[in-house]
């Protein structure tokens, strides 16, 4: 399964560390073996079979229906606390039926490739839900 992830920070990071435990460690985070590549957007869409959108909620406003324009049959989620505007944004989107929203219950104070740990995400509980429109 390819996975392509957007944010490298905390949650992102975390959850690359996990997939891929192999390396030690976006440019930062391909220095420190925390990703096996970065590549730009599109092309990392249309190689995954999943999406992970792992970035602040603001910035993932202006992502999310860029990454809805490209699926085809992947599934994206993220990893956002706030989903009102995101919802709101997606409300008509062509695609949106591949988005899972999701926040998981897990994270601590600090942010960047260098607050990645492994396990993070061990027995903790995911919120998600597919969206009424």
């Not at 390819?2 to 220095?31: E, F, K, Q, W, Y």
């Not at 990454?67 to 062509?94: E, N, R």
């Not at 492994?118 to 995911?126: E, N």
């Amino acid at each position: 399964m390819v996975i392509t992830i957007i944010g490298l920070g905390l949650m992102g990071g975390s959850a690359a560390i996990d997939l891929d435990n192999d390396r030690i460690n976006a440019n930062a985070a391909l220095n420190i073996g925390l990703v096996d590549e970065i590549c730009e957007l599109e092309e990392g869409v249309n190689r995954a079979d999943l999406v992970l959108i792992a970035i602040p909620a603001d910035a993932e406003m202006s992502v999310l229906p860029k990454v809805l324009d490209i699926v085809d049959k992947q599934f994206v989620t993220d990893m956002c606390s706030t989903k009102g505007q995101i919802a709101q944004i997606i409300k008509y989107h062509k695609n949106r039926k591949q988005y899972v929203a999701a926040h998981p219950m897990a994270g601590t104070e600090y942010s960047g490739p260098w607050a990645a740990i492994s396990g993070l995400f061990d027995g903790k509980r995911v919120a998600s839900s597919r969206l009424r429109w």
